[in-house]
T-cell receptor, first 113, second 114 residues
Framework: SQKIEQNSEALNIQEGKTATLTCNYT??????LQWYRQDPGRGPVFLLL?????KEKRKERLKVTFDTTLKQSLFHITASQPADSATYLC????????????FGTGTKLQVIP | ETGVTQTPRHLVMGMTNKKSLKCEQH?????MYWYKQSAKKPLELMFV???????ENNSVPSRFSPECPNSSHLFLHLHTLQPEDSALYLC?????????????FGEGSRLTVL
């Protein structure tokens, strides 16, 4: 069966450290992999996208890697801040007549001052 | 004005009521989505409309009825719901076929079924 798993339900990290979140998937062949941020009571907000032929993507303090052999993506936040505390969602995009986006369960990140 | 607006933000209804959720997007996108988000579960894709045509219906019970009158508006009509239908219902839009699938979400409608 198809699965998208994010390594842990919750992750606590000290301010200033690098947070690393993991997304593993099985029985998918995604064209793209996306990461979203969701704050409590709000809709998810798109952060980054990485294509199947890309190994790494960066945006400010964020870095995403994509290994299609391992079927895994890593999402890093460097120099983490309390304002980075949120739930982070991994999503796979399957190409077709329209882009079907399927989400993982998310990892709740807490950055401790 | 936000890109995707959902109303109402909160809704409490009885199992025999009929209500509707509304979504409006101001981004010029041509695909719109309904997702359901329950605690401890991933976002579940319910319906997709591309160019106002329903292209995805993920085995959603018939008590949920979507409507897309034009590319900017999406409704979810609710009737005879069950308590397990209580969840956050999220509307999203995207540019459709030529896009990499980036979704723009509304703030959601929190539904409680008594």
């Amino acid at each position: 069966s198809q699965k998208i798993e994010q390594n842990s339900e919750a992750l606590n990290i000290q301010e200033g450290k690098t947070a690393t979140l993991t997304c593993n998937y099985t029985n998918y062949s995604p064209a793209y992999l996306q990461w979203y941020r969701q704050d409590p009571g709000r809709g998810p907000v798109f952060l980054l996208l990485i294509r199947e032929n890309e190994k790494e993507k960066r945006k400010e303090r964020l870095k995403v890697t994509f290994d299609t052999t391992l079927k895994q993506s890593l999402f890093h936040i460097t120099a983490s801040q309390p304002a980075d505390s949120a739930t982070y969602l991994c999503a796979l995009v399957l190409s077709g007549g329209y882009q079907k986006v399927t989400f993982g369960t998310g990892t709740k990140l807490q950055v401790i001052p | 004005e936000t890109g995707v607006t959902q109303t109402p933000r909160h809704l409490v209804m009885g199992m025999t009521n009929k209500k509707s959720l509304k979504c409006e997007q101001h981004l010029g996108h041509n695909a719109m989505y309904w997702y359901k988000q329950s605690a401890k579960k991933p976002l579940e894709l319910m319906f997709v409309y591309s160019l106002e045509e329903r292209v995805e219906n993920n085995s959603v019970p018939s008590r949920f009825s979507p409507e897309c009158p034009n590319s900017s508006h999406l409704f979810l009509h609710l009737h005879t719901l069950q308590p397990e239908d209580s969840a956050l219902y999220l509307c999203a839009s995207s540019q459709g076929r030529t896009n990499t699938g980036e979704l723009f979400f509304g703030e959601g409608s929190r539904l409680t079924v008594l």
